[in-house]
Protein backbone atom coordinates (compact mmCIF):
# COMPACT_ATOMS: atom_id res chain seq x y z
CA UNK A 1 0.00 0.00 0.00
CA UNK A 2 1.44 3.32 -1.16
CA UNK A 3 1.50 6.37 1.37
CA UNK A 4 -1.12 8.80 2.30
CA UNK A 5 -2.30 11.78 -0.05
CA UNK A 6 -1.10 14.53 2.15
CA UNK A 7 1.99 17.46 1.63
CA UNK A 8 4.24 15.83 4.32
CA UNK A 9 6.56 18.25 4.12
CA UNK A 10 4.19 20.43 5.67
CA UNK A 11 3.24 19.20 8.26
CA UNK A 12 2.50 20.76 11.68
CA UNK A 13 1.84 19.45 14.98
CA UNK A 14 -1.42 19.40 14.44
CA UNK A 15 -3.96 15.95 14.68
CA UNK A 16 -4.54 14.57 11.41
CA UNK A 17 -7.12 11.60 11.47
CA UNK A 18 -5.44 8.08 10.16
CA UNK A 19 -7.74 5.00 9.57
CA UNK A 20 -8.18 3.68 13.07
CA UNK A 21 -7.44 3.66 16.49
CA UNK A 22 -7.16 0.92 19.06
CA UNK A 23 -9.18 0.29 22.18
CA UNK A 24 -8.76 -2.25 25.51
CA UNK A 25 -11.01 -2.26 28.13
CA UNK A 26 -10.32 -3.05 32.01
CA UNK A 27 -13.34 -4.42 33.29
CA UNK A 28 -13.44 -7.12 36.11
CA UNK A 29 -9.91 -7.19 36.74
CA UNK A 30 -8.52 -8.03 33.61
CA UNK A 31 -7.96 -6.43 30.12
CA UNK A 32 -9.75 -6.98 27.10
CA UNK A 33 -8.29 -7.83 23.48
CA UNK A 34 -7.64 -4.67 20.89
CA UNK A 35 -10.40 -3.69 19.16
CA UNK A 36 -9.82 -1.68 16.38
CA UNK A 37 -12.14 1.41 15.38
CA UNK A 38 -12.74 3.38 12.39
CA UNK A 39 -14.32 6.37 13.83
CA UNK A 40 -12.46 9.14 15.54
CA UNK A 41 -14.95 9.36 18.78
CA UNK A 42 -15.78 7.41 21.29
CA UNK A 43 -19.03 7.60 24.05
CA UNK A 44 -18.86 7.79 27.84
CA UNK A 45 -20.49 7.51 30.75
CA UNK A 46 -21.28 11.46 31.72
CA UNK A 47 -20.21 10.55 35.29
CA UNK A 48 -17.37 8.94 34.17
CA UNK A 49 -14.55 9.88 36.66
CA UNK A 50 -11.83 11.08 33.78
CA UNK A 51 -14.34 13.72 33.03
CA UNK A 52 -15.24 15.08 36.73
CA UNK A 53 -11.97 14.25 38.90
CA UNK A 54 -8.98 14.10 36.36
CA UNK A 55 -8.47 9.81 36.18
CA UNK A 56 -6.61 10.67 33.24
CA UNK A 57 -3.55 9.98 31.48
CA UNK A 58 -1.82 9.96 28.89
CA UNK A 59 1.76 9.45 27.01
CA UNK A 60 3.52 10.60 23.16
CA UNK A 61 6.18 9.14 21.26
CA UNK A 62 7.07 8.82 17.64
CA UNK A 63 7.55 6.65 14.95
CA UNK A 64 9.92 7.31 11.72
CA UNK A 65 10.94 5.73 8.93
CA UNK A 66 14.42 4.84 7.70
CA UNK A 67 16.11 5.43 4.65
CA UNK A 68 15.71 1.78 3.60
CA UNK A 69 12.19 1.82 4.30
CA UNK A 70 11.92 0.12 8.24
CA UNK A 71 9.83 1.29 10.54
CA UNK A 72 10.77 2.04 14.28
CA UNK A 73 9.49 3.96 17.34
CA UNK A 74 11.65 5.68 19.89
CA UNK A 75 12.12 3.62 23.36
CA UNK A 76 8.84 2.62 23.92
CA UNK A 77 9.15 0.54 26.80
CA UNK A 78 10.29 4.06 28.39
CA UNK A 79 6.98 5.59 27.66
CA UNK A 80 4.91 1.99 28.83
CA UNK A 81 6.82 2.52 32.03
CA UNK A 82 5.92 5.91 32.71
CA UNK A 83 2.64 5.35 31.73
CA UNK A 84 2.39 2.80 34.69
CA UNK A 85 3.66 4.92 36.68
CA UNK A 86 0.85 7.53 35.75
CA UNK A 87 -1.46 4.58 36.44
CA UNK A 88 -0.51 3.90 39.83
CA UNK A 89 -0.33 7.42 40.84
CA UNK A 90 -3.94 7.76 40.25
CA UNK A 91 -5.23 4.37 41.21
CA UNK A 92 -6.22 3.66 37.73
CA UNK A 93 -5.70 -0.34 36.39
CA UNK A 94 -2.32 -0.30 34.71
CA UNK A 95 -1.93 -1.17 31.07
CA UNK A 96 0.98 -4.01 31.29
CA UNK A 97 3.80 -3.32 29.58
CA UNK A 98 3.63 -6.12 26.62
CA UNK A 99 -0.11 -5.09 26.40
CA UNK A 100 1.27 -1.09 25.56
CA UNK A 101 4.12 -2.30 23.15
CA UNK A 102 1.97 -4.18 21.30
CA UNK A 103 -0.33 -1.68 20.84
CA UNK A 104 1.88 0.49 19.81
CA UNK A 105 2.93 -1.89 16.98
CA UNK A 106 -0.88 -2.19 16.12
CA UNK A 107 -1.26 1.02 15.53
CA UNK A 108 1.74 1.86 13.14
CA UNK A 109 0.93 -1.29 11.08
CA UNK A 110 -2.72 0.02 10.79
CA UNK A 111 -2.16 3.24 9.43
CA UNK A 112 1.06 2.78 7.83
CA UNK A 113 -0.10 4.94 4.91
CA UNK A 114 0.46 7.38 7.31
CA UNK A 115 4.07 6.86 8.50
CA UNK A 116 5.72 10.06 6.83
CA UNK A 117 8.54 9.55 4.43
CA UNK A 118 11.77 9.44 5.16
CA UNK A 119 13.90 13.19 4.67
CA UNK A 120 10.32 14.88 5.05
CA UNK A 121 11.43 15.87 8.52
CA UNK A 122 7.91 14.42 9.44
CA UNK A 123 6.91 11.63 11.96
CA UNK A 124 4.31 9.23 12.50
CA UNK A 125 2.77 10.63 16.69
CA UNK A 126 1.55 7.73 19.03
CA UNK A 127 -1.01 9.09 21.78
CA UNK A 128 -1.65 6.14 24.14
CA UNK A 129 -4.14 7.36 26.56
CA UNK A 130 -5.82 5.85 29.66
CA UNK A 131 -9.18 6.75 31.32
CA UNK A 132 -11.40 6.34 34.17
CA UNK A 133 -15.10 5.29 32.90
CA UNK A 134 -16.78 3.62 35.55
CA UNK A 135 -20.07 6.52 36.14
CA UNK A 136 -19.63 7.10 40.12
CA UNK A 137 -20.48 10.06 41.39
CA UNK A 138 -18.82 10.17 44.31
CA UNK A 139 -14.66 11.32 44.97
CA UNK A 140 -13.84 7.36 44.08
CA UNK A 141 -11.29 5.49 41.44
CA UNK A 142 -13.10 4.07 38.56
CA UNK A 143 -13.68 0.46 38.79
CA UNK A 144 -13.63 0.09 34.80
CA UNK A 145 -11.00 1.85 32.56
CA UNK A 146 -10.45 2.53 28.53
CA UNK A 147 -6.61 2.29 27.31
CA UNK A 148 -6.99 4.06 23.71
CA UNK A 149 -4.20 4.31 21.06
CA UNK A 150 -4.03 6.65 18.17
CA UNK A 151 -1.84 7.84 15.74
CA UNK A 152 -1.26 11.14 13.80
CA UNK A 153 1.06 12.34 11.46
CA UNK A 154 3.04 15.79 12.68
CA UNK A 155 5.77 17.34 11.47
CA UNK A 156 8.32 19.15 13.66
CA UNK A 157 7.34 21.25 15.96
CA UNK A 158 8.73 24.19 15.04
CA UNK A 159 8.74 24.42 11.04
CA UNK A 160 12.20 26.12 10.66
CA UNK A 161 13.50 23.15 12.50
CA UNK A 162 16.09 24.60 15.79
CA UNK A 163 14.85 27.72 16.29
CA UNK A 164 15.30 29.15 19.11
CA UNK A 165 13.14 30.82 22.20
CA UNK A 166 13.13 33.05 24.63
CA UNK A 167 11.95 31.55 27.96
CA UNK A 168 10.67 33.75 31.02
CA UNK A 169 10.74 32.51 34.51
CA UNK A 170 7.61 32.52 36.12
CA UNK A 171 7.46 32.69 39.91
CA UNK A 172 4.01 32.81 41.12
CA UNK A 173 1.91 30.65 38.45
CA UNK A 174 2.57 26.92 39.15
CA UNK A 175 2.25 23.44 37.18
CA UNK A 176 3.12 20.94 40.29
CA UNK A 177 3.99 20.52 43.33
CA UNK A 178 6.28 18.08 45.20
CA UNK A 179 4.12 15.07 47.01
CA UNK A 180 1.53 16.30 43.90
CA UNK A 181 1.37 14.82 40.02
CA UNK A 182 4.12 16.84 38.27
CA UNK A 183 6.27 13.74 37.63
CA UNK A 184 3.96 11.80 36.22
CA UNK A 185 2.02 12.41 32.44
CA UNK A 186 -1.37 13.42 33.81
CA UNK A 187 -3.87 15.94 32.25
CA UNK A 188 -4.73 18.16 35.17
CA UNK A 189 -0.75 19.47 34.80
CA UNK A 190 -1.45 20.65 31.61
CA UNK A 191 -4.17 22.16 32.49
CA UNK A 192 -3.14 23.73 35.35
CA UNK A 193 -0.23 24.97 32.45
CA UNK A 194 -2.12 26.51 29.68
CA UNK A 195 -2.89 29.77 32.39
CA UNK A 196 0.98 29.94 32.56
CA UNK A 197 1.56 29.18 28.67
CA UNK A 198 -0.63 32.56 28.09
CA UNK A 199 0.23 34.70 30.52
CA UNK A 200 3.83 34.36 29.07
CA UNK A 201 3.09 34.34 25.62
CA UNK A 202 1.07 37.58 26.06
CA UNK A 203 3.67 39.17 27.63
CA UNK A 204 5.97 38.36 24.45
CA UNK A 205 7.88 35.19 25.29
CA UNK A 206 7.57 31.65 23.33
CA UNK A 207 7.37 29.40 26.60
CA UNK A 208 7.73 29.46 30.66
CA UNK A 209 10.46 28.22 33.42
CA UNK A 210 8.96 26.64 36.04
CA UNK A 211 10.84 27.19 39.63
CA UNK A 212 9.73 24.83 42.36
CA UNK A 213 7.21 25.31 44.09
CA UNK A 214 8.36 25.09 47.92
CA UNK A 215 11.86 27.38 47.76
CA UNK A 216 10.94 29.12 43.98
CA UNK A 217 14.61 28.47 43.96
CA UNK A 218 15.42 25.78 41.86
CA UNK A 219 14.23 25.34 37.91
CA UNK A 220 12.00 22.81 37.59
CA UNK A 221 11.40 22.59 33.62
CA UNK A 222 9.70 24.55 31.17
CA UNK A 223 6.13 23.86 29.93
CA UNK A 224 6.27 20.69 27.66
CA UNK A 225 10.09 20.17 27.90
CA UNK A 226 12.77 19.19 30.59
CA UNK A 227 15.29 22.24 30.72
CA UNK A 228 19.21 21.39 30.54
CA UNK A 229 22.07 24.07 30.21
CA UNK A 230 25.44 23.90 29.21
CA UNK A 231 28.22 25.50 30.83
CA UNK A 232 32.02 26.66 29.46
CA UNK A 233 33.53 24.24 31.61
CA UNK A 234 31.93 21.30 29.68
CA UNK A 235 28.71 20.68 32.19
CA UNK A 236 25.75 18.88 31.29
CA UNK A 237 23.36 20.13 33.56
CA UNK A 238 19.30 19.51 34.11
CA UNK A 239 17.33 19.91 37.19
CA UNK A 240 16.73 16.66 39.60
CA UNK A 241 13.42 17.47 41.15
CA UNK A 242 10.23 15.57 42.01
CA UNK A 243 8.15 17.90 40.46
CA UNK A 244 9.01 17.59 36.63
CA UNK A 245 8.13 14.87 34.52
CA UNK A 246 10.99 12.09 34.04
CA UNK A 247 11.83 13.08 29.82
CA UNK A 248 13.00 10.30 28.01
CA UNK A 249 14.25 12.57 25.58
CA UNK A 250 16.50 14.22 28.33
CA UNK A 251 17.63 10.87 29.37
CA UNK A 252 18.86 10.09 26.33
CA UNK A 253 20.72 13.39 26.16
CA UNK A 254 22.08 12.58 28.91
CA UNK A 255 23.54 9.61 27.99
CA UNK A 256 24.83 11.29 24.51
CA UNK A 257 26.00 14.21 26.39
CA UNK A 258 28.54 11.68 28.07
CA UNK A 259 29.77 10.29 24.63
CA UNK A 260 30.46 13.76 23.83
CA UNK A 261 32.59 14.20 26.43
CA UNK A 262 30.44 16.77 28.71
CA UNK A 263 29.91 16.41 32.53
CA UNK A 264 26.51 15.00 33.40
CA UNK A 265 25.16 16.47 36.81
CA UNK A 266 21.75 15.86 36.98
CA UNK A 267 20.94 17.86 40.59
CA UNK A 268 18.84 20.48 41.93
CA UNK A 269 19.28 23.43 40.11
CA UNK A 270 19.76 26.64 41.55
CA UNK A 271 18.01 29.50 39.20
CA UNK A 272 20.88 31.89 39.46
CA UNK A 273 23.12 29.34 37.60
CA UNK A 274 21.07 30.84 34.15
CA UNK A 275 23.70 33.40 34.07
CA UNK A 276 26.47 31.02 34.12
CA UNK A 277 25.87 28.65 31.66
CA UNK A 278 27.29 29.01 27.73
CA UNK A 279 23.99 27.61 26.15
CA UNK A 280 20.96 26.30 27.58
CA UNK A 281 17.92 24.13 25.55
CA UNK A 282 14.42 22.43 26.46
CA UNK A 283 13.94 18.87 25.50
CA UNK A 284 11.10 16.55 24.28
CA UNK A 285 9.62 13.94 21.91
CA UNK A 286 7.77 16.57 20.27
CA UNK A 287 11.30 18.75 19.21
CA UNK A 288 13.90 16.75 20.50
CA UNK A 289 15.90 20.39 21.55
CA UNK A 290 14.49 23.78 21.41
CA UNK A 291 17.62 25.77 21.76
CA UNK A 292 16.87 28.95 24.31
CA UNK A 293 18.35 32.23 22.85
CA UNK A 294 17.07 34.12 26.13
CA UNK A 295 15.70 33.80 29.63
CA UNK A 296 14.41 36.65 31.59
CA UNK A 297 14.40 36.22 35.46
CA UNK A 298 12.89 39.33 37.19
CA UNK A 299 14.42 42.38 35.65
CA UNK A 300 17.72 40.59 34.06
CA UNK A 301 17.83 38.92 30.72
CA UNK A 302 20.66 36.78 29.92
CA UNK A 303 21.01 35.70 26.04
CA UNK A 304 22.67 32.47 24.98
CA UNK A 305 22.28 32.92 20.92
CA UNK A 306 22.80 36.48 18.51
CA UNK A 307 20.84 35.52 15.65
CA UNK A 308 20.23 32.24 14.92
CA UNK A 309 23.33 30.68 15.64
CA UNK A 310 22.74 27.22 18.08
CA UNK A 311 25.26 25.96 20.72
CA UNK A 312 28.01 24.01 19.15
CA UNK A 313 26.75 20.90 21.80
CA UNK A 314 23.15 21.66 21.76
CA UNK A 315 23.28 21.22 17.80
CA UNK A 316 25.68 17.95 17.84
CA UNK A 317 23.33 16.36 20.57
CA UNK A 318 19.84 17.13 18.12
CA UNK A 319 22.20 16.28 15.20
CA UNK A 320 22.90 12.83 17.18
CA UNK A 321 19.66 11.80 18.61
CA UNK A 322 17.83 12.19 15.14
CA UNK A 323 20.42 10.48 13.23
CA UNK A 324 19.97 7.47 15.85
CA UNK A 325 16.08 8.21 15.31
CA UNK A 326 16.04 8.14 11.47
CA UNK A 327 18.30 5.33 10.92
CA UNK A 328 21.68 7.12 9.90
CA UNK A 329 23.66 5.98 12.56
CA UNK A 330 24.20 3.47 14.47
CA UNK A 331 21.71 2.67 17.26
CA UNK A 332 24.48 1.36 19.99
CA UNK A 333 21.94 1.44 22.90
CA UNK A 334 19.01 -0.30 21.42
CA UNK A 335 16.66 2.52 21.70
CA UNK A 336 14.66 1.70 18.49
CA UNK A 337 12.25 -0.53 18.93
CA UNK A 338 11.42 -2.25 14.63
CA UNK A 339 7.90 -3.18 13.88
CA UNK A 340 7.45 -4.97 11.20
CA UNK A 341 5.10 -4.16 9.36
C1 LIG B 1 5.76 18.36 31.20
C2 LIG B 1 6.66 17.66 30.24
N1 LIG B 1 7.97 17.61 30.52
C3 LIG B 1 8.84 16.98 29.70
C4 LIG B 1 8.42 16.36 28.54
C5 LIG B 1 9.41 15.66 27.66
O1 LIG B 1 9.29 14.28 27.84
P1 LIG B 1 9.70 13.26 26.68
O2 LIG B 1 11.12 13.54 26.35
O3 LIG B 1 9.52 11.93 27.30
O4 LIG B 1 8.79 13.54 25.54
C6 LIG B 1 7.07 16.39 28.20
C7 LIG B 1 6.59 15.73 26.98
O5 LIG B 1 6.24 14.57 27.03
C8 LIG B 1 6.17 17.04 29.07
O6 LIG B 1 4.87 17.09 28.78
Not at 119 to 128: D, K, V
Not at 198 to 219: C, Q, R, S, T
Not at 266 to 278: A, C, G, H, S, T
Not at 305 to 327: H, T
Amino acid sequence: MGKANLDWSNLTFAYTPTNYHLEYYYKNGQWSEAKIVEQDTISLPIAATCLHYGQEAFEGLKAFEHKDGSVSVFRPEENARRMISSARRLLMAEPPEELFLSAVEKIVKLNKEFIPPYGSGAALYIRPLLIGISGILGVKRSEEYLFLVFASPVGPYFKEGLKPINLYVEEKLKRAAPGGTGNVKVGGNYAASLIVSKKVKDMGYNEVLYLDAVHNKYIDESGPANFFGITEDKKYITPESESILPSITNKSLMVLAGELGLNVEQRPMPVDEIFNLKEAGCCGTAAVITPVKSITYRDKTVTYIEGDQIGEYSLQLYNKLRAIQLGEEADTHGWNYKIEL
